[in-house]
């Protein structure tokens, strides 16, 4: 059976690497599925001619769900295991959990604008961003919503590696804020 991880990390326990590491996961997932919507609304043939096929379903909601779930365990559970690193272990104050994992939403937001400026450069001029190697086909949707995932992956991992720094930096600040003796209580007012 696992050993309690308080006997390794003092002040830690499994719960909270789970909740880390599955809650990032999960967070990765949500973002990618949201993604999807669009994306395979854009060009529906970018998942079901260009990606594997899923037989379960031809739904598009459906589809981009289940390709978001596959697109995202390798990075998002990479992510969870680092974000759980930097904000919460060795020697400096820990983050919460619930901090941790609600504040992935800066990391969606940041790939989202840069995916999406992207993907606006390529609909107004109608010619790929990245490399012609790139991309499976020349048609329009296809240019648009490959440039979106090129981006999105590569400013993910960019900015995967920022908030880990920036998390890990941050800790450092947490016992100033902490060890404040908190203010007065107020008078009730009239």
């Known amino acids: 059976m696992?050993?309690?991880?308080?006997?390794?990390?003092?002040?830690?326990?499994?719960?909270?690497?789970?909740?880390?590491?599955?809650?990032?996961w999960l967070a990765v997932w949500f973002y990618a599925a949201v993604h999807n919507q669009?994306?395979?609304r854009i060009a529906p043939e970018h998942f079901t001619i260009w990606h594997y096929r899923i037989t379960l379903?031809?739904?598009h909601t459906l589809l981009g769900i289940l390709y978001a779930g596959g697109a995202s365990i390798t990075p998002g559970g990479l992510f969870g295991l680092l974000l759980y690193i930097a904000g919460r272990l060795f020697d400096r104050p820990r983050h919460s959990v619930r901090r941790l994992i609600c504040s992935t939403v800066w990391v969606w937001l940041a790939v989202e604008a840069c995916a999406l400026l992207t993907g606006l450069t390529v609909w107004q001029t109608g010619k790929p961003f990245y490399p012609d190697r790139l991309y499976?086909?020349?048609?329009?949707?296809?240019?648009?919503?490959?440039t979106i995932q090129i981006t999105a992956y590569g400013s993910g991992a960019v900015f995967s590696v920022v908030f880990l720094?920036?998390?890990?930096?941050?800790?450092?600040y947490l016992?100033?804020?902490?060890?404040?003796?908190?203010?007065a209580p107020r008078p009730p007012s009239l």
């Open 175 to 183: 016992t100033k804020r902490c060890s404040q003796p908190p203010s």
């Open 2 to 24: 696992l050993q309690s991880l308080r006997n390794v990390v003092p002040g830690e326990s499994w719960g909270s690497f789970f909740a880390v590491f599955l809650g990032a």
């Open 165 to 172: 720094f920036w998390t890990w930096h941050s800790r450092k």
């Open 136 to 146: 499976p086909a020349k048609s329009l949707g296809l240019l648009i919503t490959q």
């Open 57 to 59: 379903t031809q739904n």
């Open 38 to 40: 669009y994306l395979i």
